[in-house]
């Protein structure tokens, strides 16, 4: 490789991606966390969590991620806006997908503060011992969270928009304070609130949640209260004069000690739909278990819901309540308490369990009766009943189910399973359910399975899909059933879809000198790759096979020519490709030349002279001078002679054919001090086997001196001595 006068050409390629937030990461000073770091790496991760949320804030907002350990911090922790924060890492994913279930990210003793703050999320993360978070006027969302053994005055306090909803979701809430919440909007959904005990907290009201004075708002959806336990309302306790809404929730075996065993409310507006009370228990104990009596016919013994005064915006939907629709303080306001398919007879329900969803549920046994609720179409003005259930399952259009799960619907005799496919290819589904000619249908498709999309115009049996480069892969499939009486959903089918093989490109060219390796390695995104390496000698009219089964292929190129070529077959048990094909450029080196002349010279140094004469060997074999003893440069007569013609110095020069390894510059001088390539015209005059020949041309004034020389730098491995080398001068 020769570059005489060197061009370096730039080529700008413009990558057009989506901006992506900053990311800071933290983890344990025993495992690496240092807050001298940078944190934007895992490798250069801070110790402290304060330390990376500054450092997200001031670079415009982003994300902190957490690797899994237990962590203290000796002060609280002041969130900002616009920083989110994810724990669950192992310490090495580069996508919040990544995270696997079993990295537990833990907080110990640690306060969140969101002091007028905005645009906050904080999921995955384990909370235990103290406060975990404080809030003022500031909206924040948690999701996947889990607070554990905390008994301060509150886990989370809320005080904040009445426009914007602190969120929190699929969160679980064990043996902890309750969430206290002093006003505006509180948003809850598929959470569990399990096993909390707070009778010996000063406010030792609300088992889960207490929901002060001010026209705050809550709403709670798809959750489930067990075993709770509290002076008043053995899972909400609320004062609050603003509106709260149930929505298919599960309240189990929750105890307090005087009124409420579920809910103790105040003046609250209510509304509470598709709800189960079961197993609740108020205690009334009062000094020494005598039963309060203060002049009214109290007999609140195991009752579910405490009412102090209900407001005309008071209701109960298609609810599962034990003894029946709750008692208020005053009998008088009783008829304020409206309510249609309230329950309460016993629903013969299966235990507490997992049965799908976030939270765990009370499904209804095979000896339920079958409790049918008021459907939307008969819903007062203002009410809308949930269209799913607590675990997401659709509810009946027409018949809902009473309480928080909907009973077993019809069975299919055949029904939808996970299929693989090919990428590109047709995809075939069907239904069948019992009686199928008195159904219709509807297909769905989900990205998430969580929101789904009608096809339109699929409304058959039988749907086909048409799959384009992977574009189905890891989505999801369901069908819509229907007829007058029922609706429901087929289980959901995950398509896997069999990647395409995508082998990466092989070099287009290798140039490897002689006795050199070869070593190309492929990248193969696809399913379950299998490597055939070939090999052609006759410009790829055949191939042998290398009879290698891996990505990466390394040999010596001692015992090939010049313009082999070498490519690989790439294939599963469902496709196979090529991949394009690399051709071998064999070249003599200097380490060639350096062995085949190593038994004359006293050095074999890079800038070294074997012979004493003042020439280096790399000069030498550049531009083909003598190896074997004492030289000159001009040691043959014929080239690096200078001479003037028609107001110009020419120098005529030869180098080395081909030389990968070596880069030379030719230069000039007017004063031996100051050299430049600047004016140079080179001109390329012939060629042999071994050299090509130049001439160096260079305008100049008459009776004027003019110096030439070559800088030449080493590009090859030999030596780690690769700066630039004066080859001659020559004065006319």
Same mark, same amino acid.
């Not at 009334?284 to 009596?293: A, P, T």
């Not at 009410?383 to 928080?404: E, M």
């Given at each position: 490789?020769?570059?005489?006068?060197?061009?370096?050409?730039?080529?700008?390629?413009?990558?057009?991606?989506?901006?992506?937030?900053?990311?800071?990461?933290?983890?344990?000073?025993?495992?690496?966390?240092?807050?001298?770091?940078?944190?934007?790496?895992?490798?250069?991760?801070?110790?402290?969590?304060?330390?990376?949320?500054?450092?997200?804030? /001031?670079?415009?907002?982003?994300?902190?991620?957490?690797?899994?350990?237990?962590?203290?911090?000796?002060?609280?922790?002041?969130?900002?806006?616009?920083?989110?924060? $994810?724990?669950?890492?192992?310490?090495?994913?580069?996508?919040?997908?990544?995270?696997?279930?079993?990295?537990?990210?833990?907080?110990?003793?640690?306060?969140?503060?969101?002091?007028?703050?905005?645009?906050?999320?904080?999921?995955?993360?384990?909370?235990?011992?103290?406060?975990?978070?404080?809030?003022?006027?500031?909206?924040?969302?948690?999701?996947?969270?889990?607070?554990?053994?905390? $008994?301060?005055?509150?886990?989370?306090?809320?005080?904040?928009?009445?426009?914007?909803?602190?969120?929190?979701? /699929?969160?679980?809430?064990?043996?902890?304070?309750?969430?206290?919440?002093?006003?505006?909007?509180?948003?809850?959904?598929?959470?569990?609130?399990?096993?909390?005990?707070?009778?010996?907290?000063?406010?030792?009201?609300?088992?889960?949640?207490?929901?002060?004075?001010?026209?705050?708002?809550?709403?709670?959806?798809?959750?489930?209260?067990?075993?709770?336990?509290?002076?008043?309302?053995?899972?909400?306790?609320?004062?609050?004069?603003?509106?709260?809404?149930?929505?298919?929730?599960?309240?189990?075996?929750?105890?307090?000690?005087?009124?409420?065993?579920?809910?103790?409310?105040?003046?609250?507006?209510?509304?509470?739909?598709?709800?189960?009370?079961?197993?609740?228990?108020?205690?009334?104990?009062?000094?020494?278990?005598?039963?309060?009596?203060?002049?009214?016919?109290?007999?609140?013994?195991?009752?579910?819901?405490?009412?102090? $005064?209900?407001?005309?915006?008071?209701?109960?939907?298609?609810?599962?309540?034990?003894?029946?629709?709750?008692?208020?303080?005053?009998?008088?306001?009783?008829?304020?308490?409206?309510?249609?398919?309230?329950?309460?007879?016993?629903?013969?329900?299966? +235990?507490?369990?997992?049965?799908?969803?976030?939270?765990?549920?009370?499904?209804?046994?095979?000896?339920?009766?079958?409790?049918?609720?008021?459907?939307?179409?008969?819903?007062?003005?203002?009410?809308?009943?949930?269209?799913?259930?607590?675990?997401?399952?659709?509810?009946?259009?027409?018949?809902?189910?009473?309480?928080?799960?909907?009973?077993?619907?019809?069975?299919?005799?055949?029904?939808?399973?996970?299929?693989?496919?090919?990428?590109?290819?047709?995809?075939?589904?069907?239904?069948?359910?019992?009686?199928?000619?008195?159904?219709?249908?509807?297909?769905?498709?989900?990205?998430?399975?969580?929101?789904?999309?009608?096809?339109?115009?699929?409304?058959?049996?039988?749907?086909?899909?048409?799959?384009?480069?992977?574009?189905?892969?890891?989505?999801?499939?369901?069908?819509?059933?229907?007829?007058?009486?029922?609706?429901?959903?087929?289980?959901?089918?995950?398509?896997?879809?069999?990647?395409?093989?995508? +082998?990466?490109?092989?070099?287009?060219?290798?140039?490897?000198?002689?006795?050199?390796?070869?070593?190309?390695?492929?990248?193969?995104?696809?399913?379950? +790759?299998?490597?055939?390496?070939?090999?052609?000698?006759?410009?790829?009219?055949?191939?042998?096979?290398?009879?290698?089964?891996?990505?990466?292929?390394?040999?010596?190129?001692?015992?090939?020519?010049?313009?082999?070529?070498?490519?690989?077959?790439?294939?599963? /048990?469902?496709?196979?490709?090529?991949?394009?094909?690399?051709?071998?450029?064999?070249?003599?080196?200097?380490?060639?030349?350096?062995?085949?002349?190593?038994?004359?010279?006293?050095?074999?140094?890079?800038?070294?002279?074997?012979?004493?004469?003042?020439?280096?060997?790399?000069?030498?074999?550049?531009?083909?001078?003598? +190896?074997?003893?004492?030289?000159?440069?001009?040691?043959?007569?014929?080239?690096?002679?200078?001479?003037?013609?028609?107001?110009?110095?020419?120098?005529?020069?030869?180098?080395?054919?081909?030389?990968?390894?070596?880069?030379?510059?030719?230069?000039?001088?007017?004063?031996?001090?100051?050299?430049?390539?600047?004016?140079?015209?080179?001109?390329?005059?012939?060629?042999?086997?071994?050299?090509?020949?130049?001439?160096?041309?260079?305008?100049?004034?008459?009776?004027?001196?003019?110096?030439?020389?070559?800088?030449?730098?080493?590009?090859?491995?030999?030596?780690?001595?690769?700066?630039?080398?004066?080859?001659?001068?020559?004065?006319?």
């Amino acid at each position: 490789m020769i570059n005489l006068l060197r061009v370096c050409v730039l080529s700008f390629f413009l990558l057009c991606t989506s901006a992506q937030a900053a990311v800071f990461y933290v983890k344990l000073a025993a495992d690496g966390g240092n807050n001298t770091a940078n944190g934007t790496s895992w490798g250069t991760a801070f110790a402290g969590l304060q330390k990376a949320i500054d450092a997200c804030s /001031d670079a415009g907002g982003g994300q902190v991620w957490i690797k899994d350990g237990n962590y203290s911090f000796d002060e609280s922790v002041n969130l900002k806006s616009n920083v989110e924060i $994810y724990g669950g890492f192992g310490g090495t994913e580069s996508s919040l997908t990544e995270r696997a279930p079993g990295n537990v990210t833990v907080l110990f003793g640690t306060i969140l503060n969101a002091r007028s703050v905005s645009n906050i999320k904080i999921e995955g993360i384990t909370f235990k011992n103290g406060q975990a978070l404080s809030s003022y006027l500031s909206s924040l969302s948690i999701s996947k969270c889990v607070f554990e053994n905390i $008994y301060e005055e509150s886990i989370i306090m809320v005080s904040s928009d009445e426009n914007t909803p602190f969120l929190i979701e /699929d969160s679980t809430f064990k043996g902890t304070s309750p969430i206290y919440q002093d006003s505006g909007y509180l948003k809850i959904n598929r959470c569990t609130f399990e096993d909390n005990d707070v009778r010996d907290l000063s406010r030792a009201n609300g088992g889960a949640i207490y929901i002060y004075s001010g026209n705050a708002i809550t709403e709670i959806s798809n959750s489930t209260f067990c075993n709770n336990l509290a002076k008043n309302g053995g899972a909400i306790y609320s004062e609050s004069s603003g509106d709260l809404k149930i929505l298919n929730c599960t309240f189990f075996d929750n105890i307090a000690e005087t009124y409420g065993g579920a809910i103790y409310l105040n003046t609250q507006n209510f509304l509470i739909i598709n709800s189960i009370f079961w197993g609740n228990k108020a205690i009334e104990v009062y000094d020494q278990d005598s039963v309060i009596n203060l002049g009214y016919d109290y007999s609140f013994k195991n009752k579910q819901i405490f009412i102090e $005064y209900p407001q005309l915006g008071t209701y109960f939907y298609n609810c599962i309540i034990e003894g029946g629709k709750p008692r208020t303080y005053y009998y008088d306001n009783e008829n304020m308490l409206k309510g249609e398919s309230v329950f309460d007879y016993d629903p013969m329900l299966m +235990p507490l369990a997992d049965n799908g969803g976030y939270v765990k549920t009370m499904k209804p046994s095979s000896k339920s009766a079958d409790g049918r609720g008021l459907p939307q179409s008969e819903a007062p003005d203002g009410v809308t009943l949930p269209s799913t259930d607590a675990r997401g399952v659709l509810r009946s259009v027409n018949s809902p189910s009473i309480g928080a799960v909907e009973s077993d619907l019809p069975q299919l005799l055949s029904d939808l399973d996970a299929v693989p496919s090919r990428e590109n290819s047709l995809l075939d589904f069907y239904v069948e359910p019992v009686n199928s000619a008195y159904y219709t249908y509807q297909w769905e498709f989900s990205s998430d399975n969580y929101t789904w999309t009608q096809l339109d115009g699929e409304t058959s049996q039988t749907i086909t899909l048409t799959d384009s480069a992977g574009s189905l892969s890891n989505k999801g499939l369901r069908c819509l059933i229907s007829n007058d009486s029922v609706s429901f959903y087929s289980t959901v089918i995950k398509i896997d879809i069999i990647g395409d093989l995508r +082998p990466s490109m092989l070099s287009p060219n290798l140039d490897v000198m002689q006795n050199g390796y070869i070593s190309e390695t492929l990248i193969v995104s696809g399913y379950d +790759p299998h490597y055939e390496w070939q090999v052609s000698y006759d410009a790829g009219l055949t191939w042998t096979q290398a009879n290698i089964d891996i990505a990466a292929i390394n040999f010596n190129v001692a015992e090939i020519a010049d313009g082999t070529q070498i490519r690989c077959r790439v294939y599963n /048990d469902f496709m196979e490709v090529y991949t394009n094909v690399c051709t071998i450029n064999i070249y003599y080196s200097y380490i060639n030349w350096m062995r085949d002349n190593d038994e004359f010279w006293s050095t074999n140094d890079l800038e070294g002279s074997s012979f004493g004469d003042g020439i280096t060997n790399l000069e030498k074999y550049v531009f083909g001078l003598n +190896p074997l003893g004492p030289t000159t440069y001009n040691y043959d007569g014929n080239y690096f002679t200078c001479r003037y013609e028609d107001g110009k110095a020419v120098m005529d020069f030869r180098c080395r054919k081909e030389l990968p390894d070596a880069s030379i510059t030719p230069l000039w001088s007017a004063d031996l001090t100051t050299w430049s390539s600047n004016d140079l015209v080179v001109t390329k005059t012939s060629s042999d086997d071994t050299f090509d020949y130049y001439t160096i041309e260079k305008t100049i004034a008459p009776n004027r001196n003019i110096f030439f020389r070559f800088s030449i730098e080493y590009l090859g491995t030999y030596s780690t001595s690769t700066s630039g080398v004066g080859a001659i001068g020559i004065t006319r």
